[in-house]
């Protein structure tokens, strides 16, 4: 179980490298950016209470993903939100780590790609089962899912992670337990992990004002 616990470390540097592709893709033309609607927070709880907020990294982690945003092709007013959340407050039992940025985004669909593209080009993280659409029941947002493994403390981790860029906010979710940090990466149900993502989105996504 302690292993759940010391992998987040490594996961939220994973996030962080995916969230800043974001903001580096693109053509430099001002015009198509949508209007600032919706901004992404950090409840105390998530998914329906089972999560604690345990550590609020927007400061520290998301000064990162800003500095690299700051005066990007794709991405405007850009502010990050970077968070840890522990199972039950017990970060030995599950995490879900998040790495967003809310602001006025355009190009969403590759911006989405190249989440998926940074996280296989972070270190000592590999793909194994590469990246899959979906748009769950009742939504009109797409969500990317796919499934990561990372080399931690001489252990092979499995991590499903997804994500998704609207005009407005775009983040990567990942959900770690003892029960998929140890599965097979072909046996994790990423259409699960879909619809928590956007449980997670419609929990952390607010409007503005």
């Given at each position: 179980m302690d292993g759940v616990g010391g992998i987040v470390g490594g996961v939220v540097a994973l996030v962080v490298v995916i969230v800043v592709a974001l903001a580096v893709i693109g053509?430099?033309?001002?015009?198509?950016?949508?209007?600032?609607?919706?901004k992404l927070t950090l409840p105390k709880t998530l998914l329906d209470k089972r999560y604690e907020l345990a550590q609020d990294l927007s400061d520290s982690e998301g000064s990162k993903v800003e500095g690299e945003a700051d005066g990007a092709w794709d991405a405007r007013d850009v502010t990050a939100v970077v968070g840890q959340y522990s199972l039950g407050g017990d970060a030995t039992k599950g995490n879900v780590v998040i790495s967003g940025m809310y602001g006025r985004f355009k190009n969403t669909g590759t911006a989405?790609?190249?989440?998926?593209?940074?996280?296989?080009?972070?270190?000592?993280?590999?793909?194994?089962?590469?990246?899959?659409?979906?748009?769950?029941?009742?939504?009109?947002?797409?969500?990317?899912?796919?499934?990561?493994?990372k080399d931690q403390l001489g252990t092979k981790m499995t991590i499903p992670m997804c994500g998704w860029v609207d005009g407005n906010t775009?983040?990567?979710?990942?959900?770690?337990?003892?029960?998929?940090?140890?599965?097979?990466?072909?046996?994790?149900?990423?259409?699960?992990?879909?619809?928590?993502?956007?449980?997670?989105?419609?929990?952390?996504?607010?409007?503005?004002?």
């Open positions: 053509s430099k033309t001002d015009a198509g950016f949508p209007e600032a609607e919706y989405r790609d190249k989440m998926m593209e940074g996280a296989a080009g972070s270190d000592g993280a590999e793909v194994a089962v590469p990246p899959k659409d979906f748009k769950p029941s009742g939504s009109d947002t797409t969500i990317t899912c796919q499934v990561l493994t775009g983040a990567s979710v990942a959900e770690i337990t003892a029960a998929t940090m140890t599965k097979d990466p072909s046996d994790v149900d990423l259409e699960a992990a879909a619809e928590t993502t956007l449980k997670v989105r419609s929990e952390i996504r607010k409007p503005i004002g």
